[in-house]
């Protein structure tokens, strides 16, 4: 069952019994779902590229044109500092926030398959009107539009690979989501390269671009299967064991098939999901899932490094091309990490990525603020050897953060969450990591303006503070059913007393957990 409807002592007694294959039909099915991860992976590499374009700022930023021209080749913290340009980057997510709720309601009723199409439409108009744009109005107006489709697609994909996935191998699938979202960041590098070349439209040819993945988005997912825990919940049992035998493999789905059933009907006697959400034995879920980690997420700095990776490098000293290309190093430093972290992250767990990436993370943080305070100040022109030093270490915080805290950050909450709450919960774990992400897109040039050196020992705080709350709240999750997460909050030693057995209710007939 989805671990948290206390109401049916059955639960935890039969997912030793799920059985399943990997066909064809499932992994197609994971794939073109997944493809909604490159929407925001695109959108996270286009944008500090296309706002470092000299054609770009020429037409929208004059003032922000002429100051770089000034500071071309030297260092210069304040060199982007304009809040008109970040809100360029930082609106998107705003208006993701506020789409996330929205696309709750649709994703509860209609379906994750409905979600994901809305998205993908929303985010194919925006592109259009951002590539077409010619006053400011215009782009904030598309980025809105594409922070639509965005809200859409981060609510339902993550639910989408999660349901779909057999629990021994969920980790792996729901980190397609991730794969996609660094893979759009890795060709939203590349693209940004080439288009600095093209005078004077290279940088509409970048942003028309988004319009490709959105475009593949809504064609394949007009073929896709709805989950079977979403049928279940509309009350299409028949339909639901038929998608749910086809992605199994196999006719003995039983056992999962009267879990789900179980979970539905728990789940429709929740009016109120969001109010559901705040009761006492979900706050483990609150806490961790729809709080904690999607601001932690945000606030490692590594969305910051995505979205002004030119940019920094540019205010650090580096030519226009070479700021294009060491961000492009960036972004195949993340698709690699992805690469590792579907390949181990159901083998030791998703502790052991959050602590062990942690460590380097704060040390990489460090050791940026320590070279930026020793080498750099104002007009300073960057030196090779530490420019390429920095380069080396930001690609192992991007490698760090690429299997821990990136694809993590979606699929810890997107499993967690019971059925009765899960479109609810995962609506919440959007809207908080957009807030965080807006701010933080929004922030972060003055405060390296104003900070400099002091903004990377500040992420290093926060990483800090991440890390520890890993250690001591959270409990591993790899390989329990997604039905019977609620188990481990029953064991664990400090939230048990939210959501201890005697306390809701039931009483548990198997003291041990089986996976």
Known sequence: MAGGGFDDKSRGARAHLYEYKITSYFVCSCIVAAIGGSLFGYDLGISGGVTSMDDFLKIFFPEVYKRKQEHLKETDYCKYDNQILTLFTSSLYFAALISAFGASHITRKKGRKASILCGAISFFV???LNAAATNIAMLIIGRCLLGFGIGFSNQAVPLYLSEMAPAKVRGAVNQLFQLSTCLGVLIANFVNYGTAKIHPWGWRLSLGIATIPALFMFIGGLFLPE???SLVEQGKLEQARQVLEK???????????ADLVDASNAARAIKHPFRNLLSRKNRPQLVIGALAIPAFQQLSGMNSILFYSPVIFQSLGFGSG???????????????AALISMTFVDKFGRRAFFLEAGVEMICVMVAVAITLALEFGQGVILPKGIGIFLVIIICIFVLAYGRSWGPLGWLVPSEIFPLETRSAGQSMVVCVNMIFTSLIAQCFLVSLCHLRYGVFLLFAGFIIIMTCFIYFLLPE???????????????????KRYCSSEENGIELKNGDLKV
């Open 126 to 128: 925006g592109a259009v």
């Open 227 to 229: 989950t079977p825990n």
């Open 247 to 257: 992605v199994r493999g196999t006719t003995r789905v039983d056992a999962e098939f």
């Open 322 to 336: 070479a700021a294009l290309y060491s961000s492009a190093i960036t972004g195949g430093a993340l698709v690699i």
């Open 477 to 495: 999750t790899k390989q329990v059913p997604i039905e019977e997460i609620y188990l481990l909050w029953e064991k664990h030693w400090f939230w």
